[in-house]
């Protein structure tokens, strides 16, 4: 087992958590969702383009398929401008704990869409999944009904982004991840006439605005040598830590904490999606130790 891996994929889960508590911090300050998601993509391109091409060069650019990376660039930038949406209208922590029914979607289209087998404990993961989604958005629980709509919608967008990344692994990582925000910058670009719009921001708030870049880069990068050092299937389970990043983070910038009955609610959601992940990992383990 490579501890590092581990330690390098949460740790790029909490800087990709602290992006978000800076989005959610800067559209509460009015400043529009496009244009976050837009400095943040461009300066992610921009990172990408001083530290990874010089090394990679041309490398850096080759693809097998330039249509299915333009596909999964503009999917990963309307699933970001999806969840800055959702993160006007939730706390954090119930907005990323709704963004976790994705991999229960994914599952629950692989037979469709990746021509996987159907699986019983797969639907029981989704059930689980939607209970726990529903004892968080209960009457009484006070979230933005908007909100939450958009929630599941994110979910979905990023299930589909994750069907779509799934479609490049022949690529590099690191060329799937630059094509990814250069497509997502051009792309945000060309609407740029139809949303400009930018209030007045101190210079902390424009230092806020352009680390979303920084955080933004630092966390995939991590989560790139991640699993290239450890394997998926181990690094799996740890990605529900984002959930614990997310309730320190909504606690300690925005004195926003889940109630008992929300924060069962999250539980259940992450059980559902641990389970079903402890689940595919036996079985792969089984089938190869069968094989052998």
């Not at 400095?39 to 391109?45: E, G, S």
């Not at 299915?68 to 999917?75: A, E, H, K």
């Amino acid at each position: 087992m490579n501890k590092s891996g581990i330690l390098l994929h949460v740790a790029g889960l909490w800087t990709l958590s602290t992006l978000d508590a800076s989005a959610k911090w800067l559209v509460l300050a009015g400043v529009p969702v496009l244009m976050v998601t837009l400095v943040r993509y461009l300066m992610h391109v921009l990172l990408m383009t001083a530290v990874v091409l010089p090394s990679q060069g041309r490398a850096l650019l080759k693809t097998r398929s330039l249509s299915r990376q333009l596909v999964r660039g503009l999917l990963m930038v309307l699933s970001t401008v999806l969840f800055f949406s959702v993160l006007r209208r939730l706390p954090l922590a119930e907005a990323t704990a709704l963004n976790f029914m994705a991999p229960l979607f994914l599952m629950a289209m692989a037979p469709w869409l990746l021509n996987e087998p159907h699986r019983m404990h797969r639907w029981v993961g989704v059930l689980l999944g939607f209970t726990g989604v529903l004892i968080v958005v209960r009457p009484g629980a006070q979230l933005d009904p908007v909100g939450v709509a958009l929630g599941l919608l994110t979910a979905i967008t990023f299930a589909f982004f994750q069907i779509a990344t799934r479609r490049v692994a022949h690529d590099h990582p690191l060329t799937t991840n630059y094509y990814g925000g250069l497509f997502g910058s051009v792309a945000l670009l060309l609407a740029l006439p139809w949303f400009w719009s930018m209030p007045a921001l101190s210079a902390a708030q424009w230092l806020l605005l352009l680390s979303t870049g920084l955080t933004g880069f630092l966390g995939h990068l991590m989560q790139i040598v991640a699993y290239s050092r450890t394997q998926a299937t181990l690094l799996a389970p740890f990605s529900y830590f984002q959930i614990a990043a997310a309730v320190t983070l909504g606690g300690l910038v925005f004195g926003q904490l889940p109630d008992l009955a929300t924060a069962a609610g999250i539980a259940l959601i992450c059980l559902a999606g641990l389970a079903v992940v402890l689940w595919e990992s036996r079985t792969m383990i089984r089938r190869l130790i069968e094989r052998q």
